[in-house]
């Protein structure tokens, strides 16, 4: 419960628009998501992303991970 609450806001959102079930996805993939987390830190969209999650979605570095959870169906 505690990485959720370290989860770049970028990526939170990310995960929101995707309705991907966050504490879902730290149960199942918690090596990945920990991995995403600092993808998405130091990514340099980092700061352009949080707004327009639809567009960026498709320059998102972990948008492997995020079409990985989609299609497992972990939504919330």
């Known amino acids: 419960m505690c990485a ?3 989860l770049p806001f970028p990526l939170h959102r990310m995960f ?4 991907v079930d966050i504490g879902r996805s730290f ?3 918690p090596e990945k998501m920990q991995d995403a987390m600092q993808t998405c830190v130091v990514c340099d969209k980092f700061h352009m992303c949080d707004y327009n999650s ?3 979605y498709f320059r998102c570095p972990n948008r492997g991970l995020l079409d990985e959870l989609e299609d497992m169906g ?3």
């Not at 929101?16 to 309705?19: G, V």
């Open 27 to 29: 149960e199942l993939m």
């Open 74 to 76: 972990i939504s919330h």
């Open 54 to 56: 639809e567009s960026r």
């Open 4 to 6: 959720q609450q370290t």
């Open 16 to 19: 929101e628009h995707l309705a």
